[in-house]
């Protein structure tokens, strides 16, 4: 009989990396930390100073209720700011992703140069926004837009009237909402190619072989099966146009007259040029509920995706 | 009378012949088998048929039209694919009712159609459903009633049980049979499972590489096989193949017994020496090698379960016999001969 | 006769349609790249045509943006923005994405997709209370002060990505690490490490676009500008007054578009699986 030694308990920390209760919440802790600190925070000091009085000229913190709010609503440069958003946000969408969606179609065919096609296509969307809204700015420039000389040239247009695209209110619409559309359909490209090729071989010869054309197999057959990944699309397309700044500031600076404001670029002026950090954030906070019937309805769409 | 016939059918991609020069014809009423390991042809063929494809030369001709210039919906056929692709947005009665609405079909008589179609196969209770809610037998199903609602010539059908797990398949296949004897439509089914090809066709074609081997029923494939490969892909174990001449001899391992077990008609003797035994519960498997003779492979013999093994073990050598009428010859070209 | 020219048509009208769309996608790079090498007097006349050269291109405006802007000095503080940045990344999402893909069960999922969802929260929301706090941090008008924030978009959206990825990687091979002798942390780093180069290739490159891209939070937090990034010192130091050096603009702006075009064409795929949660391959 082989005498059994008693072996000392080992201390438990010899074992802390193996045990997956302790690692997996330690690895994930940082991006915990991360995202509470700097993403939830803010927030929460977003909704403090709305109901302030808060200025950094006057850095007291002064409890005005909703006053704030009050103020901001009542506004009529916060209403048409409102406006705008929601017009360039709606027409980039349904201009960037149609485009996107027709584009997507004809790149789909194979043709020679199809590479370099596609790889131009891409660019609105890859390259950072100020600089390809300066491009654009340049094109709209008063004086020597390059539009404006071509519908000279073509005859549409008498040389004395210029078109003032960014000094004129209808013009300077058209243009913030023309620049969004082109940032947005190489994003909307991509989506419907990937949408269109995820769509099983099997069912595409069925529906064939079934008698359906061109147009109902586009519409009765493809389109339902990848609306998950459209709406995925969607999402994001409005949560970028919606929530711009870059383009309308450096486009326009809000202007004429604040006529082409979007909320985000009268936060940046009212909180930060002006330094009216309170009635800044309030007009920051009208982005979240509308922020928040995004998520949702993006959360539906990941649900979704799997048919 | 040809439901289906194609005449001379080639298809090339790049240097590849998919399809040399295929010729076939599919009765009225006739289940078809196209056979043939992956990669032979067999889909594409039928895919040319359906149209879904080009063939570079030939002709198909669909109760006896030339439907090469044809889409698929104006020639008169219905496909069930491997996946069976059903419509996954779609219920049941919608994905069965879509043919026909793609026709302009009359309400009344879609719906009098759907019934019946969904009638026939059974599967009424499930109308409402979505393909990802059916089983993998109830979708075959609904794939087939989506067929049979077209009123078509032919069914084409590509490997539709291969989807199935193995307990089902052998259950689905008699129903697909039983279904077919029932509506009497000309069918062309795709497989390369000799075992259903077997089990299901009124007629073999047996195609490897692009080309058509033999066509015929089960019986005369098998007993007859035109050449080499299709005396080796039909029968598990494949037909014994041993030089001579040549060419080759060939027996099927169950025709392959201990001479003193084949009384009565003439036989040929073959020595063999036994290396490798396998009880398979309703057969034994031997294994082994002919004693002088050269073959290609493991020389096997198929003995059913009641013959006694009689001391046959590994290592043993005992004398083998085949009766003369079922050995077959095939020249140096590996196709089948006559006796010299 | 008549199916040739419907042929002929059809083609043609598909490649007509063609090079609008790419016409309408890439002009203005076209425009940025011509204008880059025009002569001033070429640039600023209203009787020439602007689709070309009428005098001798010239590389002006990109010697005064190399030596009399502060240019060079951007793209420094771009790249190292964007080293910092994706090391912290790496550093915080990697682990995480890997914690994320190993919790058995929906709350492993839903957490993910609760990080993922921060992506969604923009800048503009915000960069106002972040201003607050960066000066408190004392790293007002600081690149660091971007260094510090800029994780905030590309954790997300990058610990998403590699959660995806990790759950693919069999879990055999890190249990076989496990019963050769390593423990779960050494098991991660030995077996599935290696075996994510592509993946963190891919985040590498994302964190780093995303933060080349970032606008908002450059304009917010810094004004000084020899601290400013590229993206933002082009669109605000290349204005004397009311004046815009146009040459130098489209210069710095090709330059400076460049790399991120080209990363873009490269890994645009795995964007859009990411985003589609893997959906569409």
Redo the contacts between chains.
């Keep these: 009989m082989t005498a059994i030694t008693a072996v000392a308990p080992r201390p438990k920390s010899r074992f802390l990396l193996d045990r997956p209760e302790l690692v997996g919440p330690l690895f994930i802790a940082p991006a915990i930390l991360y995202v509470l600190v700097l993403v939830a925070l803010p927030f929460f000091l977003a909704l403090y100073y709305s109901v302030s009085a808060y200025t950094i000229f006057d850095p007291n913190y002064r409890y005005v209720g909703l006053k704030n709010f009050t103020d901001v609503i009542e506004s009529d440069i916060f209403r048409r700011t409102l406006i705008n958003t929601l017009v360039f946000t709606i027409g980039a969408q349904v201009i960037g992703l149609l485009l996107g969606k027709f584009a997507a179609m004809l790149l789909m065919q194979d043709f020679p140069g199809r590479g370099i096609a596609r790889a131009l296509v891409v660019l609105p969307w890859a390259v950072p926004v100020s600089l390809a809204t300066l491009a654009w700015q340049w094109m709209f420039d008063s004086l020597y837009s390059v539009i404006n000389w071509t519908l000279v040239a073509v005859g549409l247009l008498d040389p004395v009237h210029r078109l003032q695209w960014l000094g004129q209110q209808d013009l300077a619409m058209i243009a913030v909402t023309v620049v969004h559309a082109w940032r947005l359909f190489p994003f909307g490209v991509v989506i419907f190619i990937a949408g269109f090729t995820s769509v ?1 071989q ?2 595409l ?9 061109f147009w ?1 197999r586009n519409y009765q ?1 493809i389109l ?2 990848i ?1 998950p990944i459209i709406m995925i699309a969607l999402i994001f397309g409005t949560v970028f146009t919606f929530t711009d700044l870059s383009v309308v500031y450096l486009l326009t600076k809000g202007g004429p007259i604040n006529g082409t404001q979007v909320l985000g670029s009268l936060a940046f002026q009212v909180g930060i040029l002006s330094g009216d950090v309170a009635h800044g954030a309030v007009i920051c906070l009208f982005l979240f509920p509308f922020l928040l019937v995004a998520v949702i309805v993006l959360l539906r769409a990941l649900r979704r995706r799997e ?1 | 009378m040809a439901a289906v016939s194609t005449r001379e059918i080639r298809k090339q991609f790049a240097d590849v012949h998919a399809i040399d020069g295929i010729s076939l014809v599919a009765r009225d009423g006739e289940f078809m088998v196209l056979l043939g390991p992956s990669g032979c042809g067999k889909t594409t063929l039928l895919r040319i048929i ?3 494809e080009k063939p570079t030369s030939g002709e198909v001709l669909i109760d006896g039209e030339v439907v090469n210039e044809m ?3 104006a020639r008169g ?3 069930v ?9 779609l219920t049941v009665w919608n994905n069965i009712a ?2 026909l609405r ?2 302009g079909t009359p309400r009344e008589e879609i719906k009098r159609k759907v019934e019946w179609a969904a009638g026939l196969l059974g599967i009424d209770h499930l109308a409402q459903r979505r393909p ?1 809610q059916l089983s993998g037998g109830e979708r075959q199903r609904v794939a087939l009633a ?1 067929a049979l609602v ?1 009123d078509p010539t032919v069914f084409l059908l590509d490997e539709p049980l291969s989807n199935l797990d193995a307990k089902l398949r052998a259950s689905a296949r008699s129903e697909l049979k039983a279904f077919q004897q029932k509506v009497r439509t000309a069918t062309i089914y795709v497989t390369h499972d000799q075992v259903e090809a077997m089990g299901m066709g009124d007629r073999i074609a047996v195609i490897d590489r692009g080309r058509l081997r033999q066509v015929g029923t089960p019986t005369e494939i098998y007993e007859h096989p035109a050449d080499e490969f299709v005396a080796t892909f039909l029968g598990t174990p494949p037909m014994n193949l041993i030089e001579r001449d040549g060419g080759s001899l060939g027996f099927r391992p169950e025709n392959f017994l201990p001479k003193d077990l084949l009384n009565g008609a003439p036989v040929v003797e073959f020595p063999f020496r036994v290396a490798r035994v396998e009880y398979l519960g309703s057969e034994h498997i031997l294994y082994g090698a002919l004693d002088g003779r050269a073959a290609k492979r493991e020389v096997t013999a198929k003995l059913p379960a009641h013959a006694t093994l009689g001391g046959i073990a590994p290592g043993v050598e005992r004398v083998f016999a085949v009766r003369e009428t079922e050995l077959r010859y095939f020249d140096r070209d590996g196709r089948k001969a006559q006796h010299p | 006769m008549i199916r040739l020219a419907r042929r002929i048509a059809g083609e043609g009208s598909f490649y007509a349609a063609v090079i609008v769309l790419v016409t309408f996608a890439a002009f203005p790079f076209y425009w940025m790249l011509i204008t880059a090498f025009k002569t001033d007097g070429d640039l600023y006349n209203l009787q020439s045509n602007p689709y070309w050269f009428n005098a001798e291109p010239t590389l002006e405006h990109l010697r005064y943006l190399f030596e009399d802007t502060l240019f060079v000095q951007w793209l420094w503080n771009t790249a190292l923005i964007g080293l910092c940045v994706v090391a912290i990344t790496l550093a915080v999402a990697v682990p995480a994405g890997y914690s994320l893909a190993r919790t058995p069960g929906r709350s492993g999922e839903n957490l993910g997709i609760g990080i993922f969802l921060t992506y969604l929260v923009p800048p503009t929301l915000l960069f106002l209370p972040l201003s607050r706090v960066v000066s408190e941090l004392g790293l007002q008008d600081s690149l660091w002060s971007l260094v510090v924030v800029y994780p905030t978009f590309t954790i997300p959206f990058c610990t998403w990505l590699l959660m995806g990825f990790f759950k693919s990687v069999p879990r055999e091979i890190e249990e076989a690490a496990i019963v050769d002798g390593c423990t779960v942390v050494g098991a991660f780093v030995k077996t599935v490490l290696p075996l994510s180069l592509p993946a963190i290739l891919t985040v590498v490159i994302f964190a780093f676009t995303l933060t080349m891209q970032e606008f908002v939070y450059a304009l917010t937090f810094i004004s000084s500008s020899d601290e400013k990034p590229v993206t933002l010192g082009v669109a605000t130091d290349l204005v004397r007054g009311d004046i815009f050096y146009w040459g130098e603009l489209m210069a710095a702006a090709l330059i400076a578009s460049v790399p991120v075009a080209i990363a873009y064409n490269l890994f645009l795929d795995r964007f859009i699986s990411g985003i589609t949660g893997g959906a569409v391959k």
């Design positions: 099983p099997d069912i010869d069925a529906a064939t072989v079934d008698g359906a054309g109902r057959i339902p099966i609306a048919i | 359906a149209g879904l889409p698929p919906r056929i219905a496909m694919f491997q996946s069976y692709g059903l419509y996954p947005h879509f043919p793609t026709q990802r989506r077209r």
